[in-house]
Structures are given as C-alpha cells and as structure tokens.
C-alpha cells in the first residue's frame, strides 16, 4: 500500500465533501489539533510505568482529539449527511478529571513556570497548542457552522493538562515552580 497520493501537489486536500486549500483556516484548525495529539503522545511515552491508569486516560484524549479533527474537516454543509462524534459527555468526563486532580495536586496561588518533570513538561507544551487549536477552531467559527462541543472539548482539555501535568510533577516529588513576580491569582478557601 503506498501512503502517498499526489491529489495534493497542488496545495489542496480532500476534506469531507470536498476539497479546500491547504492554508485554508479549516485545515489550520484540525492540523493543530493533530499537533497537540503527536504532542500528548510524546508525554504519554515519557511516563513512568506507575502511571497506566493516566497513560490510558490519555489515549483516550488523543482518539477523542482524532474526533475532534474528524469533525472540524466538513465541509460546511457535509454535517447533515454525517454525524458529530464530539459530544457533551466527553466535555463532562473530562470536567470530572480535572476536579479530581485539582483535589489531589498541591494548593496553588500564583501562575507556575511550565516544567518539571520530562513528562510534566510535554503535557504542558500539549497544554499550549490545544489553546492555539482552540484560538484557530475560535476563528473557524466565525467562518462557518462548526460542531460547537469541540471548541468546548478543547477549552476544558487544556485546563485538564494542565491539571494533570501538576499531578505528574507532584507525584515524582516535582514541586512546581511560582511565577515570582505574579500576584495571587488563586484563592484558596482561607483567603
């Protein structure tokens, strides 16, 4: 089986029902999501073997990332021959993560530096791209219809990375690192 086409040496490619440039702002918007699912697996392979559970949890982000592409590469128009895979419960599932790792990571009251662990680092670099995906999905939606559950996946997926990176760091023993010359921006309960 041969992986190459040629159907885009001319700088367009096939997007579901039809085909479009390939700088075009939708293809901009499901190539960063692709970005940000090479990235969570790049940290997925740099954790350490007692971590299955969130090395599974994370596979199951990059397949429902590969959904999220999946959706925001119709054509306008293409939604009502196919059917949205991102949904509200994949939004709520992760919504629940976050407040479990939030429960579980230090308290925080200042912004922290990106870093840490290798790992920590990776999903905070997957973190920052899910927010570009996010800005570019943002600017897609203004163009044209798209499934709005992912711009929501998206904004609630960034806030899990970042909870989970401060999980990955606190478990090895990695105190995060303040902003130094940040202001409280978390409250705590006795503030």
Do not use: W
């Amino acid at each position: 089986m041969k992986i190459y086409t040629k159907t885009g040496d001319k700088g367009q490619t096939s997007i579901i029902g039809g085909r479009v440039s390939k700088d075009d702002l939708q293809v901009e918007a499901y190539g960063t999501v692709d970005e940000a699912n090479s990235i969570v697996g790049v940290a997925v392979s740099t954790l350490n073997e007692a971590e299955e559970e969130l090395k599974k949890e994370l596979e199951d982000i990059q397949h429902e990332l590969f959904d999220c592409g999946s959706d925001l590469s119709m054509k306008e128009g293409a939604e009502d021959k196919y059917e949205y895979k991102v949904n509200e419960n994949m939004i709520k599932r992760l919504e629940a993560r976050i407040d479990v790792y939030v429960d579980e990571a230090p308290s925080l009251q200042r912004f922290i530096l990106p870093g840490g662990t290798q790992a920590a680092a990776h999903l905070h670099v997957a973190r920052t791209v899910v927010r570009r995906a996010e800005r570019r999905v943002v600017s897609l939606a203004e163009r044209q219809t798209i499934n709005p559950f992912v711009r929501q996946y998206l904004n609630r997926l960034s806030d899990y990375l970042f909870a989970v990176a401060r999980i990955v760091n606190a478990r090895e023993g990695r105190k995060d690192v303040e902003y130094i010359r940040g202001a409280k921006v978390f409250r705590t309960d006795d503030d």
